[in-house]
Each structure stands twice: as C-alpha cells, then as structure tokens.
C-alpha cells in the first residue's frame, strides 16, 4: 500500500492546516489509522489515531487542537490542526498504528513564530 500524504504549508503561529493522506489500494479500510510527525533530530511521533469505527485519540500535544477523521471510501485520513504551535513543526505522514504500509514522503508542516 502507498500512501501520498498533501497539504502541509507554512503557517504563522495560531494558524490552521489540514494534510490529508491517501492509501493507494490494500486493507485501508480494515485497518486502525494513525498521523505521525517527525521533527528534525527527534524521534517519530505517534499524533493522533482513528479507528475503522471511528474510535479516535490523541496525543497529548494535539488533545484539543488536532481534529482525525477518515472516509473510508476515499481511502483518506485527514488532520485539521487549529492554534499551531511552532513546535508542531514537524514532517507529517499516515501509517497504520503498527506501522504496515510503506511510509511515503510525508507532508511538511511549518510553524513561525
């Protein structure tokens, strides 16, 4: 499976983006769905999950600002970030939670300050 994640930017401080990530075939719709993020010299981090019956959670850092949802027709998961930080600068990518599908390039996210 691949997965081709979009919309990242560059955004000022309390801005909003949404990066959505499409899965090319395979078990997307079986499967628990996870936004990771990956900051320069850290290590990758698990943002927000969502469930195939729409279960979700969150890190502690996007609880209340982070919004996951998915259309499982569409094989999409979506994040709609709101009040950006610039620590939430970071590459973004969609995965299953165990990490299953082949990663892809992810999408970058930057927050000035």
């Known amino acids: 499976v691949q997965l081709q994640a979009s919309g990242g930017g560059l955004v000022q401080t309390g801005g909003s983006l949404r990066v959505s990530c499409v899965a090319s075939g395979g078990t997307f719709g079986r499967a628990t769905m996870g936004w990771f993020r990956q900051a320069p010299g850290k290590q990758r981090e698990l943002v927000a999950r969502v469930s195939v019956t729409g279960v979700i959670g969150y890190g502690g850092s996007a609880q209340g600002r982070f919004t996951i949802s998915r259309d499982n027709a569409k094989n999409t998961v979506y994040l709609q970030m709101n009040s950006l930080k610039p620590e939430d600068t970071a590459v973004y990518y969609c995965?299953?939670?165990?990490?299953?599908?082949?990663w892809g390039q992810g999408t970058q996210v930057t927050v000035s300050s």
């Open positions: 995965n299953t939670i165990g990490g299953s599908f082949s």
